[in-house]
């Protein structure tokens, strides 16, 4: 049993050597940036009429895969792909960024979810616990709300063994509101790549128009918890 359990936390670590390396080259090679899409944009947008299917295929592989390394880049191939198929690109990166996000949560789930499944720390389980009482809550507050990197979250629910189908439901909710967010925006990306030097992805998403939208359907999410915790209390 000692074995089974070394050999799943030595497949996380490799997990973590693989991310930080994809992230590491595709940073350091400026393939992630707003410059470099605006840069090429005209090639690719080219190339994409000319071979529509492909490119979406291409798009939407490349997509999947670079979420399940863990790449924090959703955002910004959101953006590109409003720009290269028009609004049909919401349902592209919804599915993206899902199965991205689900194979990287699974990977975790049975590697380092089983690790800490074994252990008897009542901190931990009581943590687990928790999470897995309101897991559906946590993960969609998470998801409405540009708090931390899709990639933590679906380490965390894997870590704290979160049923496949409340992650999964969680998932499919709490991201289509930024994404279609992105998504359509990414119609006006040459508008936005005028002015690249004076707006970034962070200050989109934080407009007024934008933000309390989001912020309201966060405050809603968490309101289950909320009135559980103020019922304990009174009672």
Same mark, same amino acid.
């Not at 380092?112 to 616990?129: D, N, R, V």
């Given at each position: 049993?000692?074995?089974?359990?070394?050999?799943?936390?030595?497949?996380?670590?490799?997990?973590?050597?693989?991310?930080?390396?994809?992230?590491?080259?595709?940073?350091?090679?400026?393939?992630?940036?707003?410059?470099?899409?605006?840069?090429?944009?005209?090639?690719?947008?080219?190339?994409?009429?000319?071979?529509?299917?492909?490119?979406?295929?291409?798009?939407?592989?490349?997509?999947?895969?670079?979420?399940?390394?863990?790449?924090?880049?959703?955002?910004?191939?959101?953006?590109?792909?409003?720009?290269?198929?028009?609004?049909?690109?919401?349902?592209?990166?919804?599915?993206?960024?899902?199965?991205?996000?689900?194979?990287?949560?699974?990977?975790?789930?049975?590697?380092?979810?089983?690790?800490?499944?074994?252990?008897?720390?009542?901190?931990?389980?009581?943590?687990?616990?928790?999470?897995?009482?309101?897991?559906?809550?946590?993960?969609?507050?998470?998801?409405?709300?540009?708090?931390?990197?899709?990639?933590?979250?679906? *380490?965390?629910?894997?870590?704290?063994?979160?049923? %496949?189908? #409340?992650? &999964?439901?969680? /998932?499919? +909710?709490?991201? !289509? $509101?930024?994404?279609?967010?992105?998504?359509?925006?990414?119609?006006?990306?040459? *508008?936005?790549?005028?002015?690249?030097?004076?707006? %970034?992805? #962070?200050? &989109?998403?934080? /407009?007024? +128009?934008?933000? !309390? $939208?989001?912020?309201?359907?966060?405050?809603?999410?968490?309101?289950?918890?909320?009135?559980?915790?103020?019922?304990?209390?009174?009672?």
């Amino acid at each position: 049993m000692k074995w089974q359990i070394n050999l799943r936390v030595a497949c996380f670590i490799v997990l973590l050597i693989v991310m930080a390396s994809t992230i590491t080259y595709l940073y350091s090679k400026q393939y992630l940036n707003i410059e470099t899409v605006i840069a090429h944009h005209d090639k690719l947008q080219q190339w994409t009429i000319l071979n529509r299917y492909k490119a979406v295929w291409i798009y939407s592989l490349v997509f999947t895969l670079l979420i399940a390394c863990g790449v924090p880049c959703a955002s910004l191939l959101t953006l590109l792909g409003g720009s290269l198929f028009g609004p049909i690109a919401v349902l592209y990166a919804e599915i993206a960024t899902t199965i991205g996000g689900l194979i990287l949560f699974l990977i975790t789930k049975n590697t380092l979810g089983c690790y800490f499944a074994t252990l008897h720390q009542e901190w931990i389980k009581k943590l687990e616990a928790g999470f897995k009482k309101n897991a559906f809550n946590y993960l969609l507050m998470l998801r409405l709300m540009p708090i931390l990197p899709c990639w933590v979250s679906n *380490i965390s629910a894997g870590v704290f063994n979160v049923p %496949s189908k #409340t992650f &999964l439901l969680a /998932t499919l +909710i709490g991201i !289509f $509101p930024a994404t279609c967010i992105y998504g359509l925006a990414g119609n006006s990306l040459q *508008i936005i790549g005028n002015h690249y030097a004076t707006i %970034s992805l #962070t200050e &989109l998403i934080f /407009t007024p +128009i934008i933000f !309390f $939208p989001l912020l309201a359907l966060a405050v809603l999410s968490i309101t289950p918890i909320l009135y559980k915790t103020i019922q304990k209390k009174l009672n």
